[in-house]
Structure formats: structure tokens, C-alpha cells
């Protein structure tokens, strides 16, 4: 699972540089990461379906091999548009693991074993964007943009190892879809289902927003108030410190207090933090510490996000768990791609765009869960 935010997180430091050395715009470089996103969206939609119909552990594997060769492709990539297309297929590759495993939980677990055991996890994928970061300015320091695919290419084959080895299949033979076309039709009645659609609205809308913030933090933290590259990781990893704890205090809260309820804590955690920084960007106040602070507490807020809303949108699916983990996955990618295009389309000078996007996703998730999630509790 931590494959996901290594390979977006730990080349944000590197935006600058390669901006400098593929001599392209500042919007450009950020298409690498759309693009990166845009192959998540389009591999998420495939990979649910394929691991109903032949089990969770070959289209893993298989995917993993995609993601590695395709890594091996950004390090030899001469060009801005053969690095965005690497990029593109490593996304494709990498979706795998993000699809699978979320099947593979609600393969073994029930609605609020979900949502914890999904807690505990966010360890991981909270940890990552901590040290992906760090590892990535230190990469980019004392070597050069393509260490950092060096290493995701060493890190993913030890993945394929361990997989192979030690995962077990948890979709057995007579629990499969007869055919793939079958599996992939069981996406579609998903589509009109409020018990799926409105639960997976909150879920990628917060998710937006933070992809929004991955695309504008390298040029509006280090070219807009002048944090230096090898530091940026710091204050990148204390927003996924802040995500971490909530998400493990959600552990707790969710036997207490119920899966919905503790969503919709996190949901008003994040549109108060949205407006906060609005207001900051768009006045100049406090500052550096008038961006950091609101966007620090949004991050905290998706750790009683994630998990809950995850939890609530596969409960009724056990059957399909494969297709609405891959229609999940998909929906939140695309989502992402829109919203980190929609910062250059706003505009690149400051913080203002980014707080525009942002605050944007996060209205869109507390009007879905009011209107929608909430009362069906």
C-alpha cells in the first residue's frame, strides 16, 4: 500500500528541478502528476473486476511488474511528454495494490472491522508521505531526480518478493465471477446506488483537495515563501503526522461512537480548516503560518475521513467487493486529476489557488454527507 504515496510524494521535492532540466513551465511538470493520477483512474476501473473474476494475488503481481518496468522508463526518459507517458503506465501498474488490498479487507471483514483494521493501515500510508518526501529531497541533494525511480524500482520488485510469498488468496474459486464481462457489468448498477455513490462523494472529495495541495505545495512552499527543497519534506511529513494520529484515534472512536458520526466529525474538521485558509490566502494573513496551520488541521481531518467513508461505501458490496473497490479507487483518481489541473487552471501565482480548489472539495463533501450520508444513520 505505501507504493501509492512513495510514488507521489517522494518526487514532489524534484517538481523545480525537473522543470529546470526538461526546460518546460511550472504547469507542466504538474502534469506529471495528473497524468500519474489519470493512470491510477483508469487502472482502479480495471483491476477490481479482473481480481473478482481470477482471485487478488495474480493481478497483483502482474501490476507490480507493470509499475517496475515502468519506473525503469522515467529514469531513461530523454523528454518532458516520455516521462508524463512513464508516468502514466507506472499509474496503471501501481493501481493494483490500491484496488486489491481494499478487496482483500472486505474480503475478511465486516463493516466496523473495516473501518479499524483501515485505520491501522493509514500507518502505512501515512508514514510514507512522511519519509517519502524527506528520502526524496535528500535523493535529490546528493544525487539527482532519477535516484528517486532507482529506488522505487529496488522498492517495488522487494513488494513482488514478498507477495508472492506470503499473501493469501482471499477470494476463493467458487466465490468468483463466472466471466470477466460479468464482473466488469457489476460496476454499473454501483453508478445508481446511494448506499455506494454518496459515501464515495465524501470519500474523493477531500482527497481532491489534498491532491490539489501535492500539485501547488513544491512551487508555493519553495518558490512562493522560500522553504529550501531538502527542508520541504519536514513540513510535508507534519501534515501525514497529523493524518496518522487522527487516523489511529479513529481506531477508538468508531467503536464508541459509531462509523457515520465519526465521518461526519471529520467532514466539519475539514470545511472549517478549507475556510480558514481561504480567508488566509486570500488576505495575506499570519502569512507562511496562515497556510501551513489550516492546511495541517484539513490533512488531520482526512484520517476520520478515509477509513469511515471507505467502511460505509463497501459494507453493502461483499459480493462485488472487487468492483466497488475498483470504482473507489477510480473515482477518487479522477477526482484527484481534476483538481490538481483545476490549481493551474485558477491560476499559478500563490496560495490563492490552491485554497480555491480546496476549499471548493471540501464544500462539496460537507453538503454530500449533510444532505446525504448523515441521515442514513
Known sequence: MAIGPLAIDMYLPALPTLAIDFNVSAARVQHTLSAYLLGLAVGQLFFGPIADRYGRKPPLIGGLLVFTLASVGCVVAGTMEHFVAARFVQALGGASGMVVIRAVFRDKFDEIQSARVLSLMMLVMGAAPILAPLAGGWLLVKGSWHAIFVFL?????????????????????????????????????????RRFYAPVIVFIAPFGAFFAYLAAAPFVYIEYFGVPAEQFGWYFGAGAASFITVSQVNRRMVARHGVRRVLGWGVYGLAAGATALLGCAASGLFGFAGIFIPIFAMIGSIGFIASNATSVAMAPFGERAGAASSLLGATQSAFGVAASAAVGWVGNHGPLPMATVMFACAAIAFMTYTALVRRAH
Open 153 to 193: 524500482v529496488a522498492y517495488t520488485v522487494a513488494c513482488v518478493v514478498l507477495v508472492a510469498m506470503f499473501l493469501e488468496e482471499s477470494h476463493p474459486v467458487h466465490r468468483r465471477s463466472a466471466t470477466l464481462g460479468r464482473a466488469l457489468a457489476a460496476v454499473l448498477p454501483l453508478f445508481a446506488d
